[in-house]
Structures are given as C-alpha cells and as structure tokens.
C-alpha cells in the first residue's frame, strides 16, 4: 500500500543544534501529523498541518518547534534550539481527510540529543 | 476533552489461545475507535476502526473488536493467536470532524509458544 517516508531514520545531535525530520507523505494526503513516542511509551500528538497552516498542536509542541511544508515537498519538523528531553522517535503520518480518515505512518525517526 | 485507557500494560498468551485486549474511552459523543498494532523499530500500522453500525467490527489477520456505548469500551479480541502477533497494541480515538487521534498507552503483547 501506499507509504509515508521518513528521512533519516536515525539522527544523533549535539544538545542546543538544530535538527530537520524530514516526512515524506502519501502523495493525494492532504492533513500531516507529526507524534512523538518516548521508548516505551505512548504516542503523543503534536501537531497537525494542512493546507499550509497547523490546525491543532499540543502543549509538547513548544516554541522551539515549528513544521512546514514548502510547494509540496518535504512535511518536515524542525526543533530549534534541541534539548536533551527531545530525544525520542517521532513519527509523522498523513490521512486524506479527518474523523475517519485511516492514518499512514511512516517508521520514524530516531532523534538522539546528546 | 477525550482520553483512550488500556489497563494492561503486558499480555502473554500461549500460542493458539484467545486474546481479548481492553480499551477504554473518554467521549462525550461518538468517537471515531482505531485499534493500530506497531512491530519493533516501524511505524503503527491499521488494524480496524469503527464508527457505526454493526458494533462487532472485522479487522486483518483475524482481529476483531466489539464497540459498547454502555460500557465506552472497545475491546480487541482473536481466537487464535500466533507467535507473529507478539507485538504492541494501541486503541485510539478521533472525534467527529477532529485532527489528532489519541492513543492509549499501548499493550504488549508476548505470545508464548
């Protein structure tokens, strides 16, 4: 079936860099999501995206975060400055509308800050 | 505002035995009811919703649930279980005309053989 891309798969940064998920979404999906899953925990909503503006985001999608998805490229993430609580996988899905609408998600990325 | 609960935090089952997973929900309306399996180091992948109707909804690979408005619960159930279904399970929920799904805290599920 169709997929969601995550780009890379593993990042290790240094505490206090800037860091870019990268989310590659089902081509015809129109709303993008990003969550973020502590090992061994549940997956947190962060943010929802579409039509160029976020829709909803929570309280764990702080200032230091923001989202975009420039001409219909990448749906990326940037986190900007890091900090050590933000290593974790985040995953990013796509759906084609809401309520229920099925998400695709991508595998994740491994982000590791040192 | 919304909130799923699974109660268990572990299941073991031998292989070939029944399987039923709890979910519980908070919603004031109707939700939307997803049950989403996720294999170690991939994403969460669909293995049946529900919205309305028949209360007992078929998924993949046998899976099913029963949706109870009386209890707001949302068990995942199996006859038979595999070795391959050693996984983590996720009961979510979405509200009607919502963005974010909300998921509970996942079950793991070990099945012995």
């Known amino acids: 079936g169709p997929k969601v891309l995550q780009i890379p798969s593993h990042q290790i940064i240094d505490m206090g860099q800037m860091v870019t998920l990268n989310c590659d979404p089902v081509?015809?999906?129109?709303?993008f999501y990003w969550y973020k899953q502590i090992l061994g925990q549940q997956m947190e909503f962060l943010v929802n995206f579409y039509n160029g503006k976020v829709m909803e985001k929570s309280k764990l999608f702080k200032d230091q975060f923001s989202v975009e998805r420039p001409d219909g490229s990448y749906f990326t993430l940037k986190i900007q400055p890091t900090a050590l609580e933000d290593s974790a996988v985040y995953f990013c899905a796509s759906s084609l509308g809401t309520g229920g609408s099925d998400y695709t998600f991508g595998s994740g990325t491994r982000l590791l800050v040192i | 505002a919304q909130s799923v609960t699974q109660p268990d935090a572990r299941v073991t089952v031998s292989e070939g035995a029944s399987l039923q997973l709890r979910c519980k929900y908070s919603y004031s309306g109707t939700p939307y009811l997803f049950w989403y399996v996720q294999y170690p180091r991939q994403g969460l992948q669909l293995l049946l919703k529900y919205y309305s109707g028949d209360p007992v909804v078929q998924g993949v690979n046998g899976f099913e649930a029963e949706f109870s408005k009386s209890n707001s619960s949302f068990h995942l159930r199996k006859a038979s279980v595999h070795w391959s279904d050693s996984a983590v399970y996720f009961c979510?929920?979405?509200?009607?005309?919502?963005?974010?799904?909300?998921f509970g805290s996942g079950t793991r599920l070990l099945v012995s053989p």
């Open positions: 979510a929920l979405r509200r009607t005309g919502g963005y974010k799904v909300v």
């Open positions: 081509s015809n999906h129109l709303y």
